[in-house]
């Protein structure tokens, strides 16, 4: 009898307290009951064997209580795991997106310049808090066993999406991506020294010293670019790893181009040309000395124009990206730039 | 395929295909109050064996669908909590059991043209 007890203790430890006694009480009941049955007597004349068998058939402890918790036990049930999808990318796109549009902001209206490795390890560190929140907050749903409602209106099949073209790749672009990457790789590698502008036709070189400081940076974005754009032609359509990828390809480009941005605010500053007309005044009153100047306010303004576009990209690929995981389909063709 | 995989396909299967009818079996049973130990060997007695770890997370669902009712009865050498149609369930029965038949009908017609047309082949 002792071992029934044993086991019954156990069983109880994974039940549900609710319902907890009357299970334990019934299956107390019924084991009592196929014992007696087998040993054809009062189940006090049973041998621990006898118990012993019953039980390894009845099976574990943990097993049998499982069996009462009906459709199985979920941190983030089937209900509701949707819903943590859809909301886990906003948040995680948010959270990132939030601490580099500060880092960039900070760093252009703030003049605090952007620590790379810092910002990598606070970026990443934020993103484990973030998940660890929503999960826990899903839990607590779950725990409550509340379900979404969901929009069961009558359904027509017309109003499905129609499938553009929008969900291939195009292959040109990714070739392009390649090829004009590979290029610059091996330009910017072979030759930083021939990295710069002529001031004017026939004038002295100028080479642009904030590019060569951030070559790793810069390597680092154009393969990561390359790498996606040989994937995308690999994969030949757009899929959610994809989108996700091409979205982080983005951040890392956004953050490199912030860096370089950041840079030639910080170079123009110390040579007294922080913004374009004194370069143009310091420039006409002194072609031959100040050349520089005006060469990189050029390239401060095609960094600056480059850092806008890539992240109105970025907001329109997540946007697409939640768009896509929301609907399950293939975004309209409006949508794709 | 070799033969482990056959067999846990197969095993799979089967069970799949029971797990569809007990629901049913269950309820055949229980136009009269019983308790689990004694359901069980009334469904064996008539060849469905049916685990323990299977009917009694079974009958609860059914009872908290409303198509059971149950209650101790202590009377006997130990407390047994007995299990019964409710009207609800009674009628669910009677609906299921129609369905059945005209299912059984429409598989067997199906099966014999299916074995009909392997003889022929």
């Known amino acids: ?337 | 395929m070799n033969e482990t995989e056959f067999s846990d396909l197969y095993t799979n299967l089967t069970q799949e295909l029971r797990r569809g009818v007990l629901v049913l079996a269950t309820l055949s049973q229980l136009r009269e109050a019983k308790y689990g130990y004694a359901l069980i060997n009334s469904l064996a007695e008539r060849g469905l064996e049916i685990d323990q770890g299977t009917l009694y997370p079974l009958l609860r669902r059914l009872e908290s669908q409303g198509l059971l009712e149950s209650a101790w009865n202590v009377e006997g050498s130990r407390p047994r909590r007995y299990y019964a149609l409710s009207p609800l369930g009674a009628r669910v029965l009677d609906a299921l059991c129609a369905d059945w038949r005209s299912l059984t009908g429409i598989m067997d017609n199906l099966l014999e043209s299916s074995s009909n047309h392997k003889e022929k082949i």
Request: charge should be negative.
């Open chain 1, 1 to 337: 009898m002792n071992l029934i007890d044993r086991y019954l203790h156990e069983v109880g430890r994974y039940l549900p307290r609710k319902n907890r006694a009357d299970i334990l009480a019934e299956l107390r009941s019924t084991l009592i009951d196929t014992l007696e049955g087998r040993i054809q007597g009062p189940a006090s004349g049973a041998s621990e064997e006898d118990v012993a068998a019953l039980l390894k058939e009845f099976g574990p402890p943990q097993k049998v209580a499982a069996s009462y918790s009906g459709q199985g036990q979920y941190l983030v049930g089937p209900a509701l795991y949707p819903l943590f999808r859809l909301i886990a990318g906003i948040v995680l796109a948010s959270v990132v997106g939030a601490q580099l549009l500060a880092l960039v902001v900070l760093d252009l209206v703030g003049g605090q310049p952007i620590q790379p490795w810092e910002t990598l390890a606070k970026v990443l560190n934020s993103i484990p808090a973030a998940i660890g929140w929503l999960v826990i907050t899903f839990a607590i749903l779950q725990w409550f066993d509340v379900r979404p409602e969901l929009d069961e209106g009558p359904w027509d099949p017309r109003s499905l999406p129609e499938v553009k073209e929008t969900e291939t790749v195009k292959r040109g672009e990714c070739i392009f991506g390649i090829v004009g990457g590979t290029l610059l790789l091996a330009f910017l590698n072979f030759f930083p020294e021939r990295v710069g502008f002529f001031s004017f036709p026939g004038g002295p070189f100028f080479a642009n010293p904030v590019i060569v400081q951030y070559l790793t940076w810069i390597n680092l974005a154009l393969l990561a670019g390359i790498a996606l754009n040989i994937y995308l032609l690999w994969r030949s359509r757009w899929t959610t790893a994809g989108r996700l990828a091409r979205i982080v390809v983005n951040v890392i480009s956004i953050f490199v181009l912030a860096l370089l941005f950041q840079g030639h605010n910080a170079w123009l500053a110390e040579h007294g040309a922080g913004n374009f007309l004194s370069s143009v005044e310091m420039f006409s009153a002194d072609p031959a000395a100040n050349a520089g100047l005006v060469g990189m306010q050029a390239f401060r303004l095609a960094f600056g124009i480059a850092l806008l576009v890539l992240i109105i990209d970025t907001a329109a690929q997540i946007f697409r990206l939640v768009r896509s995981v929301l609907i399950g389909g293939p975004t309209p063709e409006t949508l794709e730039a």
